[in-house]
């Protein structure tokens, strides 16, 4: 199991919850199990987030691996201008 820690606006979509729990090896997996336990999230995640992994930020990255032991962190996606 993967601990993820939810920040910004995405806690709203887990019923306040900060930190959830996964199985997933890549981070397609991980999404995709976030998206089925909160369906709520699911919208949020289609418009694109960014993922930490080990201090590592990802987006897009989907077969990037992801192991039981990392601290991974789910972010809303940044736009800029």
């Not at 995405?10 to 909160?38: P, Y």
């Amino acid at each position: 199991m993967v601990k993820v820690v939810l920040w910004g606006s995405l806690k709203s979509a887990t019923g306040g919850r900060t930190e959830v729990e996964v199985e997933a090896a890549n981070v397609q997996q991980l999404l995709t199990c976030l998206g089925e336990q909160f369906p709520g999230l699911k919208p949020q995640l289609d418009l694109g987030v960014s993922v930490s992994i080990d201090g590592q930020i990802y987006r897009d990255a989907w077969f990037q691996p992801i192991k039981p032991s990392s601290e991974v962190y789910l972010l809303p996606r940044m736009a800029g201008g």
